[in-house]
């Protein structure tokens, strides 16, 4: 699951999993929608009591410091107690009652964008064109957790298209911060 857009376009997640040293099968998101993804790891034959283990790591651009990741297992579409976590990794011993076995990954941004666009008009107030060339600036301040802001630099030049634009880091999920 994709909580919100990829920090990077082409990011992607290549899920894994396995049974001890036996790896049973993988699979990797592909596209730039947010949300449930369709990529699937199985269905997989198991036994019950089978403690099967599952991951994923970063593929085409990601950079999974950009993310926080969490997971939660469920057994015929309802939560299964005490079997979530945070992390890429994890695992779940097979219960002794239920059909469908579904363990998720969500994957939050931990980075946004922020841009100033300027934008100017003419006497009559009409005519809107960009206003590149203008210094235009932005501020974060974290109201919990971290931010950092890239770039540093508070101002900055509007684009031909008349727009400054900066990125905010946060240090995890939970992190605010006003700008």
Same mark, same amino acid.
């Given at each position: 699951? +994709?909580? !919100?857009?990829? +920090?990077?376009?082409?990011?992607?997640?290549? %899920?894994?999993? #396995?049974?001890?040293?036996?790896?049973?099968?993988?699979?990797?998101?592909?596209? *730039?929608? $947010?949300?449930?993804?369709?990529?699937?790891?199985? &269905? *997989? $034959?198991?036994?019950? /009591? @089978?403690?099967?283990?599952? =991951?994923?790591?970063?593929? /085409?651009?990601?950079?999974?410091?950009?993310?926080?990741?969490?997971?939660?297992?469920?057994?015929?579409?309802?939560?299964?107690?005490?079997?979530?976590?945070?992390? #890429? =990794?994890?695992?779940? #011993?097979?219960?002794?009652?239920?059909? @469908?076995?579904?363990?998720?990954?969500?994957?939050?941004?931990? +980075?946004?964008? @922020?841009?100033?666009?300027?934008?100017? %008009?003419?006497?009559? /107030?009409?005519?809107?064109? &960009?206003?590149?060339?203008?210094?235009?600036?932005? !501020? =974060?301040?974290?109201?919990? !957790?971290?931010?950092?802001?890239? &770039?540093?630099?508070?101002?900055?030049?509007?684009?031909?298209?008349?727009?400054?634009?900066?990125? %905010?880091?946060?240090?995890?999920?939970?992190?605010?911060?006003?700008?």
């Amino acid at each position: 699951y +994709v909580q !919100g857009a990829r +920090v990077g376009t082409n990011d992607q997640f290549q %899920l894994r999993l #396995t049974q001890g040293n036996t790896t049973l099968g993988t699979a990797t998101t592909t596209g *730039q929608h $947010p949300g449930l993804q369709s990529q699937r790891v199985g &269905p *997989q $034959p198991t036994a019950r /009591g @089978v403690t099967l283990n599952f =991951s994923e790591v970063a593929a /085409g651009t990601t950079n999974m410091n950009n993310y926080a990741s969490s997971w939660s297992c469920y057994v015929d579409d309802e939560p299964m107690p005490g079997v979530s976590g945070t992390g #890429t =990794s994890g695992s779940v #011993t097979i219960p002794s009652s239920g059909d @469908v076995i579904e363990c998720r990954f969500t994957n939050a941004p931990l +980075v946004a964008d @922020v841009t100033v666009s300027k934008t100017l %008009l003419d006497a009559n /107030g009409e005519n809107p064109q &960009p206003g590149p060339g203008w210094t235009v600036g932005a !501020g =974060s301040v974290a109201t919990t !957790g971290t931010v950092t802001q890239t &770039p540093s630099a508070a101002t900055q030049q509007t684009s031909t298209q008349g727009n400054a634009s900066w990125s %905010l880091r946060f240090n995890n999920s939970s992190a605010r911060a006003t700008v």
